[in-house]
């Protein structure tokens, strides 16, 4: 089963903790990005990275950390600097177009 | 800045009549476009996609059109079936073509 996964659906957080989103990917593609999706919202680029060991901020990375050691895999942790951390949280890799995993629900409570 | 916006938000057909959601887009640079359909608690599905070197291109039972001169573009469902009934939202590849725009949606419900 091919695709790009990522973990877990559903997450919770008190406030102050640091927390890692997954995702991995097996379709080879070299670039994967991370979005957030708010209700009634498009969606806003966090970080991207065009290539292992190297990524670029988006427009809302403030609060937010990847890495990108392998080309399967880039995680996201949301840090406690994060003030509004609800949300839906969106990977995707670009093979020409981008194309999302099932994406991660976090609630901060 | 960048913007990509729809004008309608919601959007009600009856079953099997056609759709037509709309899009606008603000940066004249973008040359590459999407249209993604999303349904509720999933992540979104690419539908069909267009280059700035076509004005229309067709999959199965949607078509996109593309008009560069007004910054416009649509995306036509035929015969709408219950299963489209989702969030669909346009993406531009904007500036320098590494990332891409998208607006906030347009909600699609297919009444029976």
């Known amino acids: 089963d091919g695709g790009i996964t990522q973990s877990p659906k559903y997450l919770f957080r008190k406030e102050g903790q640091n927390v890692t989103l997954s995702c991995e990917q097996n379709l080879n593609h070299d670039a994967m990005y991370w979005y957030r999706q708010d209700p009634g919202q498009g969606l806003r680029l966090i970080y991207y990275s065009q290539i292992v060991n190297d990524f670029q901020k988006g427009d809302i990375a403030e609060g937010y950390s990847v890495s990108r050691e392998k080309k399967e895999s880039f995680p996201l942790t949301v840090t406690s600097a994060q003030k509004n951390p609800t949300a839906f949280y969106l990977c995707?890799?670009?093979?020409?177009?981008?194309?999302f995993g099932p994406g991660t629900r976090l609630t901060v409570l | 800045g960048e913007s990509v916006g729809l004008h309608l938000p919601t959007l009600s057909v009856q079953e099997g009549d056609n759709s037509i959601i709309n899009c606008a887009y603000s940066?004249?640079?973008?040359?590459?476009f999407i249209w993604y359909k999303q349904e509720s608690g999933k992540g979104p599905q690419f539908i069909i996609d267009i280059r700035s070197n076509m004005d229309k291109r067709q999959g199965q039972r949607v078509t996109v059109l593309l008009n560069k001169t007004v910054k416009h573009l649509s995306l036509q469902i035929a015969a709408t079936q219950p299963g489209d009934s989702a969030v669909y939202f346009c993406a531009e590849n904007g500036n320098y073509g590494q990332n891409f725009v998208f607006g906030p949606g347009t909600r699609l419900s297919v009444l029976p």
């Open positions: 995707a890799t670009r093979a020409g177009g981008l194309f």
């Open positions: 940066n004249s640079a973008s040359d590459y």
